[in-house]
């Protein structure tokens, strides 16, 4: 009997915690503490099951107090494949001209940028590349990065 119960909350736990409804695609990579490398290059790989349907993909930026910057720039490489469809700078506006961070938090904080809508997907597998654009070889202050893909 206490095996049951226990398996009811861990099963609700995870729904509870997983991606909410309507999300095609919910993934985070943490990046390591002593910062992340230029040449570290984050992977979110999916494939879409509804053709007919329209998505909004994020990005999702998570900082803390400490990120030396008011902005993130990203280089951004889209895959269908395993062929490259699309290549692009983006910038992440994280702090205000005086120095107020952008998003959700106290300590750390969660940046949503929407990076492209609508979009449709056809059949096949897909995958997105981001590397960071910024000066620095290793950049501090930046804890994980997201990809989301929710209906439209």
Known sequence: MMRKLLLY???AICLLTSCQRGHLYCHSTDLPT???HQDSILSFAYAP???????????VVRHNGQYPYQNLW???K?????FCTHIDTIECSLA????????RGAHVYELEL???????YGSGNYSILIE???REEILKGILSVGVDIVEY
């Open 78 to 82: 889209e895959y269908r494949d395993s």
């Open 96 to 103: 205000d001209d005086f120095g107020r961070w952008h998003g």
């Open 132 to 134: 960071h654009g910024m």
């Open 74 to 76: 990203m280089f951004v």
């Open 49 to 59: 099951i509804d053709s007919l349907q329209d998505y909004s993909i994020r990005f």
């Open 9 to 11: 909350i861990v099963f």
């Open 34 to 36: 002593k910062g992340w």
């Open 114 to 120: 929407i990076y492209e809508e609508p979009v449709r």
